[in-house]
């Protein structure tokens, strides 16, 4: 088994982050985390070269990425909530998904990555309206043909209480993990 890991949070021991760690405690197999914020991933510069090439134009530490996308079981999108919407720096990430993209509607191919699951962790003091968001990644992880996701789970109340004092959020994450390990 196994996870990919797609961590959207700048704070480095935040309640996204204690989040994960109480997710990657609980999995099986191996799992690989992608911090967007510290990784050298540049965002798509819609050069376009997918439109006719397998893979992207950028050389930076996607393509290990998309390596571990082709093989692994399971993808997990974390991330804080800022205007309604995960982290631009995770956007910047998953922007480079456009090859998946490009792959189906341009070359006219069918995407070499197998089904997998999924699930989305969100975490927010503000408004507390993940909806969108969650709208938002569920999309982003259809394009690497992630075709079932585990309903929302997140802690939406991180100026009141922490993540890690959650409990629906930490019932959530072993849930998350029941699920994944399947």
């Given at each position: 088994m196994k996870t990919l890991i797609l961590n959207g949070s700048p704070r480095k021991n935040g309640d996204t982050v204690s989040l994960i760690n109480k997710l990657t405690e609980q999995l099986n197999g191996e799992y690989k985390i992608v911090n967007a914020y510290y990784s050298d991933i540049s965002s798509c510069v819609d050069c376009r070269y997918c439109w006719k090439n397998d893979g992207c134009s950028i050389n930076d530490e996607m393509a290990e990425i998309y390596d571990y996308i082709a093989d692994c079981d399971n993808v997990v999108i974390a991330s804080p909530i800022y205007f309604s919407q995960p982290t631009g720096k995770l956007f910047d990430v998953c922007s480079r998904f456009q090859t998946y993209f490009a792959a189906k509607h341009f070359r006219n191919e069918t995407i070499s990555v197998k089904p997998k699951k999924g699930a989305v962790i969100l975490v927010g003091g503000g408004d507390g309206n993940p909806e969108d968001a969650y709208k938002t990644v569920c999309s982003l992880l259809n394009h690497i043909n992630v075709t079932k996701i585990?309903?929302?789970?997140?802690?939406?109340?991180?100026?009141?209480?922490?993540?890690?004092?959650?409990?629906?959020?930490?019932?959530?994450?072993?849930?998350?993990?029941?699920?994944l390990n399947r």
């Open positions: 585990y309903p929302l789970v997140g802690s939406f109340n991180t100026n009141e209480l922490s993540a890690t004092n959650d409990q629906k959020a930490i019932k959530g994450i072993e849930d998350i993990a029941d699920y």
